[in-house]
């Protein structure tokens, strides 16, 4: 099993949409949770964090971390062509590795 | 402006060669890493450097090699023992003031076996 799952999608959405993206993990020692993205041939760059349980919202996007349940997500409200993406859950103990999720490929079409 | 800079952005390698990528950073971040992205995989990490003249494998180290003489710099080496390379690679680096930050992340070289 591996440490975090992660659907692949592809996940096709019309525009102005409400898209939730999601995660699991295994391990409870995980304390920082990270959103990034990456469009097609593009380095990734991180779009949400959050520490711990709880939610953080930033514009159109929200970030959410349910400890109990091992289960994070990333909400994007009126969705956009320009967010077509993939997204990648990340998150880490207090040491610098993270790791990452396999990441969600995102189609959003006019 | 501060960030990573990765090259080239595109490289070709013949069988049984060795090629260099460069990994330059000026965030006066101390750690650097190095994924390798194939699709339907997502990020494994090859190599990783907490510190200056020191680092250690990641879960995917056969058939490569790093030095990490400067703070700014993390060239990864392909070697003519990684039967698979092709792939895109990723440089990224993360500050110790900065660890609730997550990593910045290099554009990637996307390196092809012809």
């Known amino acids: 099993q591996k440490e975090v799952e992660q659907d692949p999608g592809p996940l096709s959405v019309p525009e102005g949409a409400i898209v939730s993206l999601n995660c699991t993990y295994s391990?409870?020692?995980?304390?920082?949770f990270m959103w990034y993205r990456q469009y097609s041939r593009k380095g990734p760059e991180l779009l949400m964090y959050?520490?711990?349980?709880g939610n953080k919202e930033d514009g159109r996007f929200t970030a959410q971390v349910d400890k109990s349940s091992k289960y994070i997500s990333l909400f994007i409200r009126d969705s956009q062509p320009s967010d077509s993406a993939t997204y990648l859950c990340?998150?880490?103990?207090?040491?610098?590795?993270?790791?990452f999720g396999t990441g969600t490929r995102l189609q959003v079409f006019p | 402006d501060g960030g990573i800079t990765q090259s080239p952005k595109y490289l070709f390698r013949k069988e049984g060669q060795n090629v260099t990528l460069s990994c330059e950073q000026n965030?006066?971040?101390?750690?650097m890493y190095w994924y390798r992205q194939d699709p339907g995989q997502g990020l494994r990490l090859i190599y990783y450097?907490?510190?200056?003249?020191?680092?250690q494998k990641g879960d995917i180290a056969e058939g490569y090699s790093v030095s990490r003489e400067k703070k700014e710099s993390f060239p990864l080496t392909v070697t003519s023992a990684q039967k698979n390379p092709t792939a895109f690679y990723l440089c990224?680096?993360?500050?110790?003031?900065?660890?609730?930050?997550?990593?910045?992340f290099g554009s990637g070289t996307r390196l092809t076996v012809v």
């Open positions: 990224a680096s993360s500050g110790r003031q900065g660890l609730n930050y997550g990593y910045t």
């Open positions: 391990n409870s020692a995980f304390q920082y």
């Open positions: 959050t520490y711990s349980s």
């Open positions: 990340a998150m880490r103990f207090n040491t610098d590795k993270l790791i």
């Open positions: 965030l006066n971040h101390d750690a």
């Open positions: 450097s907490q510190i200056v003249n020191d680092f």
